[in-house]
């Protein structure tokens, strides 16, 4: 009777469940990439709203599509009898990071292998799609619909999040993953996390879309009504970077703003470009400073933007880039093993890297702990890398379409490429960055 209860027990169906989509994300791997993309913005409405007992099997089931699409990828360049790896100087560097990361999953430092096997999972599982992209969009349209498709889907995201902003904390819509109520305000509101399990998720998704919105006004071929849902979309997501009260979200999409302006006014023919697309980020502005809800929610960003004042930027600037070189010390060349720092396995690491510093936060700390002083050089190199050639692209490519694409995911991926975003130990970002950056084989193509 035992036996029959274990064999009809939910885990077990979970399993059988499990096992059935890794085949369907193996036989149709293109279409999981896109599922993957679309599923990381409903995880945490998942995660907070329908079903939240089942926290963890939710957060595993990105895994599951990772290695699902991974399988299929490989199975079907075997059939093909086509080479795994496009041709690119890229390759090398990134085999030699990935297999830095399994030679720390072994890392002397960690007694528990399941932290380094987990920390590794965690940290390098998005790496490999940095190959698929360019084997899902065969077509230059395939990309143009799917930047559109992709940027439509965020007006609810966008709503969920202003609804959010004016609910108070202990409301059902203002809990985050793990039935935790929400605690970060910003102001008197509360920080919308929207459908993402934290406020972090959101951020991100936002910073992507701003790039993907202004790309589609200024570039892409739109129908009358694509023009106005989009401008309307904008308008929206500018006023939510303020809703977010997030400081680092308001400075990149405000340098990217800048930068994108100021080489649109100087390229010839590109002017036009410039005034579509100036004039909704007027239009936010003048919402912001001349409506009661723009007054309230720039008042409240004003309050956390201020913080502390002067210390707390100090602060920032020393846990991003002076305290790494504190850590280096206590991590010297090879560091402290993958997993050690990241927040899931806290309760294997009792016990492990007594030595190790236990307060970190930004993410090039981390990566010095975890991978040490040649891991973070590896890092640096590869991610230099990538928005190089993407650089260089801009300027070589004579479609204009893909030209400023190029500029843009430049713009986007350079905050992680001088780690101010956090890639390793945030998946969906290091799904965003790593996705993306694949457009560098398309372009080649």
């Given at each position: ?7 009809f ?6 399993f ?9 994300f193996?036989l149709?791997w293109k ?6 993309l ?5 995880e945490?409405a998942?995660?907070?709203w329908?079903?939240?007992s089942?926290?963890?099997e939710?957060f595993?089931f990105k ?5 699902g699409?991974y ?5 079907d360049k075997k ?15 990134l085999m ?5 990361g399994?030679f ?8 528990n292998?399941?932290?380094g ?5 965690v ?7 940095i190959?698929?992209?360019?084997e899902?969009?065969?077509e230059k349209e395939k990309i143009y619909?799917?930047?559109k ?5 965020s007006?609810?995201l966008i709503?969920?999040?202003f ?10 819509l203002?809990?985050?993953?793990h ?5 970060a305000?910003?102001?008197t509101?509360?920080r919308?996390?929207?459908t993402?399990?934290y406020?972090s998720?959101?951020?991100i998704y936002l910073h992507l879309?701003?790039?993907?919105l202004?790309y589609?006004l200024?570039i892409?071929?739109l129908?009358?009504?694509e023009?106005?849902y989009?401008?309307?979309?904008f ?10 009260g997030?400081?680092g979200l308001f ?8 930068v994108?302006f100021f080489?649109?006014i100087?390229?010839k023919g590109?002017?036009?470009?410039a005034?579509k ?5 007027v239009?936010?502005?003048?919402l912001l400073f001349i409506?009661p809800f723009?007054?309230?929610?720039y008042?409240n960003?004003l ?5 502390k004042?002067?210390e707390?930027?100090k602060r ?5 880039f002076?305290?790494p070189?504190?850590?280096a ?18 309760f294997?690491r ?10 970190f936060e930004a993410?090039?700390g981390?990566?010095t702990?975890?991978?040490g002083i040649?891991g ?6 590869l991610?230099?890398?990538i ?9 070589i490519?004579?479609d204009n379409?893909l030209k400023y694409l ?5 713009l986007?991926l350079?905050p992680a490429?001088?780690?101010l975003d ?8 290091g799904?965003?960055?790593y996705f993306?950056?694949g457009?560098l084989f398309?372009?080649k193509?």
């Amino acid at each position: 009777m035992e036996i029959f209860k274990f064999i009809f027990s939910l885990k077990y169906f979970l399993f059988l469940i499990y096992f059935i989509f890794i085949f369907i994300f193996i036989l149709y791997w293109k279409k999981s990439t896109i599922f993957l993309l679309y599923f990381i913005l409903i995880e945490g409405a998942l995660r907070k709203w329908f079903l939240p007992s089942f926290q963890k099997e939710i957060f595993a089931f990105k895994f599951l599509i990772l290695l699902g699409i991974y399988f299929g990828y490989l199975k079907d360049k075997k059939l093909k009898g086509e080479k795994i790896f496009p041709p690119s100087p890229l390759n090398f560097i990134l085999m030699i990071y990935v297999f830095y990361g399994l030679f720390q999953i072994f890392n002397p430092n960690i007694r528990n292998f399941l932290i380094g096997f987990i920390g590794f999972f965690v940290e390098f599982s998005p790496v490999f799609l940095i190959y698929l992209t360019k084997e899902i969009f065969d077509e230059k349209e395939k990309i143009y619909k799917f930047i559109k498709n992709y940027a439509f889907f965020s007006l609810p995201l966008i709503i969920i999040g202003f609804i959010q902003y004016n609910l108070p904390p202990n409301h059902l819509l203002n809990y985050y993953a793990h039935n935790v109520p929400a605690d970060a305000m910003v102001g008197t509101s509360v920080r919308p996390s929207s459908t993402f399990p934290y406020i972090s998720g959101y951020a991100i998704y936002l910073h992507l879309i701003s790039i993907l919105l202004i790309y589609i006004l200024t570039i892409l071929d739109l129908k009358i009504f694509e023009k106005v849902y989009f401008l309307i979309v904008f308008i929206l997501l500018n006023l939510s970077i303020f809703l977010t009260g997030s400081r680092g979200l308001f400075g990149y999409v405000l340098f990217a703003y800048f930068v994108y302006f100021f080489i649109l006014i100087k390229e010839k023919g590109m002017r036009e470009k410039a005034i579509k697309f100036i004039l909704p980020i007027v239009f936010s502005t003048f919402l912001l400073f001349i409506t009661p809800f723009g007054k309230k929610i720039y008042d409240n960003f004003l309050v956390r933007a201020k913080g502390k004042g002067y210390e707390e930027i100090k602060r920032r600037i020393r846990v991003a880039f002076i305290e790494p070189f504190d850590f280096a010390e206590f991590a010297s060349f090879f560091g402290y093993g993958t997993g050690m720092t990241y927040q899931g396995v806290g309760f294997l690491r009792e016990g492990e890297g007594l030595l190790m510093p236990k307060s970190f936060e930004a993410e090039l700390g981390r990566i010095t702990l975890e991978y040490g002083i040649f891991g973070t050089l590896l890092t640096f190199i590869l991610r230099m890398s990538i928005i190089l050639l993407f650089l260089k692209l801009f300027y070589i490519i004579k479609d204009n379409k893909l030209k400023y694409l190029s500029l843009l995911l430049f713009l986007y991926l350079l905050p992680a490429c001088i780690f101010l975003d956090n890639v390793n130990f945030q998946l969906i970002r290091g799904i965003y960055f790593y996705f993306f950056s694949g457009f560098l084989f398309l372009f080649k193509r």
